[in-house]
């Protein structure tokens, strides 16, 4: 497992984690998404690449725990 994974994995509880295995959801990596206004990437929030049944997304905090529901 790489650094990146690793993080990834770190923001996320041990049972949201089994939901999204037993969905077949797997993290791969982090990533920053730029935000709005005059300066995006000083406004950017942290973005889960995941591999979604062999598909590579790019999901929000938000969308990894709605996956997992």
Do not use: C
């Not at 997304?57 to 996956?67: D, E, G, H, P, S």
């Amino acid at each position: 497992m790489n650094a990146f994974s690793q993080i990834a994995r770190r923001d996320f509880s041990a049972k949201t984690l089994r939901a999204l295995t037993k969905r077949g959801v797997e993290l791969v990596s982090v990533q920053m998404l730029p935000g709005e206004g005059p300066m995006p990437w000083a406004n950017a929030e942290r973005g889960y690449l995941v591999d979604d049944h062999g598909t590579g997304r790019v999901w929000t905090f938000q969308k990894v725990l709605a996956a997992a529901q």
